[in-house]
């Protein structure tokens, strides 16, 4: 297996992780908020959307830069916002299906090729990575928000039944 379909891959399983977190936490807890100014989850679910999809199109772009993703997702974000807790994971699904297609599309170049980022010049392998730690970042917030909204993590939840004898 090639170093970009092993970071494809792991992306499509962080997303598969990342729709169970949001499938746990119940409709009507959507617009929570872990404190003020914080995103509520369902503006979280439309930022790791709106992200996925902007840095997807920015790793296979002609002149890739992630340093302009955030402005060109704002609309994006504010437009998913507004979608139910099934649309949104509807979403999640197929622009996770579209971004590894479209990934897997450029192959190998995503190795070779750079790409200007906040440090500098990365390859664009590099830069999928990222894309993958970012959803993994805000995945954890919605596993932290399941908490503070009194629920088991989904991932908690399914390591707990495959795998750990019941505490006593």
């Keep these: 297996m090639s170093h970009v379909e092993e970071a494809i891959r792991m992306w499509e399983t962080y997303r598969q992780g990342?729709?169970?977190?949001?499938?746990?936490?119940?409709?009507?807890?959507w617009d929570h908020r872990a404190s003020?100014?914080?995103?509520?989850v369902r503006e979280l679910a439309a930022h790791i959307a709106a992200a996925g999809i902007g840095f997807t199109a920015e790793l296979i772009a002609a002149e890739p830069s992630f340093k302009s993703v955030r402005e060109k997702q704002a609309e994006s974000e504010a437009r998913f916002a507004r979608l139910t807790k099934g649309e949104m994971l509807a979403l999640l699904k197929t622009s996770g299906e579209e971004n590894a297609k479209q990934l897997r599309g450029a192959g190998h170049?995503?190795?070779?090729?750079?790409?200007?980022?906040?440090?500098?010049?990365?390859?664009?392998l590099s830069g999928l990575w990222f894309a993958a730690a970012h959803e993994m970042y805000h995945r954890g917030q919605a596993a932290t928000?399941?908490?503070?909204?009194?629920?088991?993590?989904?991932?908690?939840q399914r390591t707990q039944s495959a795998t750990i004898p019941p505490r006593r």
């Design 36 to 40: 003020e100014g914080a995103r509520s």
């Design 18 to 29: 990342t729709i169970g977190e949001f499938e746990n936490i119940p409709e009507e807890q």
């Design 109 to 124: 170049s995503l190795a070779e090729k750079t790409m200007s980022a906040f440090g500098g010049e990365q390859s664009r």
């Design 145 to 156: 928000y399941a908490r503070s909204l009194g629920i088991v993590p989904a991932m908690t």
